[in-house]
């Protein structure tokens, strides 16, 4: 039993959840992305992977419930270790303390962090439930348009860019602390394991920066891929009935 | 031959550990201070002039002055030991430092660190957490013949590389999170890298990490700064080893006890 419990009372047991969470998070959001890529192919190839996903009851409660339970875990152990941290310097430099090599992103992790949790909330209620159409009506049928015709709109799309720069420095400290933090460490891997965590939080981060932008710049969604999105969706809804 | 600077400094006085404490400008004392003195006899030469004055004289740890025990450290101009690498207040030359050039000198700060008296702070949270560890197994009758257990060169070197720690508490006070792992890392790898120091490695990882915790260091953060501030350049890859060897005593029975 004291070995479990050193695991959810010690500083670094409790670092060790933030890392393996924050793991299964960056891995989510690399496959989201990499499914959302699909925007790339047109309206009726991205509501059929939408409609995929939704219909593989397994797979989406599954990984809903496996986010649901990681990001929870996440919040609740980093801010019981931000708060410890916060405290453990009661009297603080009077002449401020010289950062030698740390980087803005790992100084900015409990901000960028809450920020984060702001936007998740945000963009659940915006694409998944209720689903708010900010530029339209917000149809369950047809994912397509409900993104590019908010997307379309600048202030939206200026949303998720500020959130998905705020989620690349987030992992651009946080996929390298993580191996850090479950001790995957090696002398002969860890310059590829730097580069590879800083490669994927550029992807994840360029990547999910380009689909707004391509928007905007209508490279996805032009005017006639949106009515076509719509006729399919009509069309498949008449066939239903 | 030998050159002279003058100092503008300022130095944390503060008469005990409940007094509030304030920068003391000592510009005046600091003057004509010689570039081959170190920065401990730099203090010397300005507590001199200041017992000449009647003054009380700066409080500030020291023992070896040569690098090797531990004792000395200051935060000077916002970076603990100063600016230069790998290197112990004590063993901070006053060539480092411009004529006329500002010096800001502060004790290493953290909860666990109290202050006594000015620069002096009391570190005895470090030797908590290393009677936190227990014993090791070996022989202490006669001594053992040498190379009677053989350990790799690169294990020995490495474990080597980390007994190097002197406990000053340098990256405590760089960390912005007052955590002392790289001092629990360095003192859990000398031991647990050796054959000597299995038996009661997980045990006593999980026995010293305990008692950091308790100690309110705070957690680490990888922000790297400790092994930036290090006098002896103690690598933080000690720290991953550290997690490592946690989650194996957490998950594991490899520490005797029961999971
Ligand atoms: C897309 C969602 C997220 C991903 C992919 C993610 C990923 C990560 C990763 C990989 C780490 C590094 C763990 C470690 O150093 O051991 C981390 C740390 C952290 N995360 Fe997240 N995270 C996400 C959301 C959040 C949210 C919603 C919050 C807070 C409300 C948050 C707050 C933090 C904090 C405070 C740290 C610790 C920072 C530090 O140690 O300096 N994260 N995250
Ligand atoms: S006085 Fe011993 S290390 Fe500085």
Redesign the pocket.
């Known amino acids: 039993m004291q070995g479990v419990l050193t695991l959810t009372r010690s500083t670094i047991g409790q670092?060790?959840i933030?890392?393996v969470t924050?793991?299964i998070?960056?891995g989510?959001?690399i496959g989201h992305l990499t499914g959302n890529l699909i925007l790339l192919a047109g309206p009726e190839a991205y509501n059929a992977y939408a409609a995929a996903l939704k219909g593989n009851a397994p797979l989406l409660w599954g990984t809903r419930i496996t986010l649901l339970t990681s990001?929870i875990l996440?919040?609740v152990f980093?801010?019981q270790?931000?708060k410890r941290n916060a405290s453990a310097r009661p009297n603080a430099y009077q002449k401020p303390r010289k950062d030698l090599v740390t980087t803005y992103a790992?100084r900015s992790?409990?901000l960028?962090?809450?920020l984060?949790?702001a936007f998740?909330a945000f963009h659940l209620a915006h694409f998944t439930v209720p689903g708010i159409g900010i530029n339209g009506v917000f149809d369950p049928h047809n994912p397509y348009a409900n993104l590019v015709q908010d997307f379309r709109v600048w202030y939206v799309s200026a949303i998720y860019i500020f959130a998905n720069i705020l989620?690349g420095l987030?992992?651009w400290?946080?996929?390298w602390?993580?191996a850090?933090?479950?001790g995957a460490q090696h002398p002969k891997y860890d310059a590829l394991k730097m580069r590879l965590a800083a490669g994927l939080a550029l992807f994840v981060a360029c990547g999910n920066v380009f689909i707004p932008i391509a928007v905007q710049t209508h490279i996805i969604g032009s005017s006639e891929q949106l009515a076509e999105s719509r006729a399919l969706v009509a069309a498949e809804q008449a066939e239903e009935e | 031959m030998s050159e002279t600077i003058d100092l503008k400094l300022h130095v944390w006085r503060q008469s005990g550990p409940k007094d509030k404490g304030a920068f003391a400008d000592y510009s005046k004392h600091a003057k004509g201070i010689s570039t081959h003195a170190s920065f401990l006899e730099m203090l010397d030469v300005v507590n001199e002039r200041l017992v000449a004055e009647g003054e009380a004289p700066i409080a500030f740890d020291h023992d070896c002055r040569e690098g090797i025990c531990g004792m000395c450290g200051a935060v000077i101009n916002g970076v603990p030991h100063g600016h230069r690498k790998q290197t112990t207040t004590c063993q901070l030359h006053m060539r480092e430092f411009q004529n006329n050039a500002e010096v800001y000198v502060e004790p290493f700060r953290a909860g666990s660190f109290p202050i006594i008296q000015d620069l002096v702070v009391d570190r005895s949270s470090f030797d908590t957490i290393i009677q936190a560890g227990g014993y090791v197994s070996v022989r202490t009758g006669s001594a053992p013949d040498a190379n009677e257990i053989p350990i790799p060169k690169q294990i020995s070197d490495r474990a080597m590389d980390a007994a190097q720690c002197i406990g000053c508490g340098a990256c405590v006070a760089a960390c912005p999170n007052a955590s002392a792992s790289l001092f629990l890392s360095a003192k859990l790898a000398h031991l647990n890298l050796l054959p000597q120091g299995q038996p009661e490695r997980y045990r006593r990882t999980r026995q010293m990490v305990l008692a950091h915790d308790q100690a309110g260091f705070g957690g680490c953060?990888?922000h790297r700064e400790c092994e930036a501030a290090c006098p002896k350049g103690i690598s933080t890859d000690f720290i991953a080893r550290m997690n490592r060897d946690v989650l194996v005593a957490s998950l594991t029975d490899k520490d005797g006890e029961l999971i």
């Open positions: 670092k060790a933030v890392a924050g793991v998070l960056f989510f959001v990001v996440h919040i980093t801010m270790l931000a790992a992790m409990v960028t962090g809450p984060l949790a998740i989620l987030h992992l400290h946080g996929g602390s993580a850090q933090s479950i | 953060t990888n």
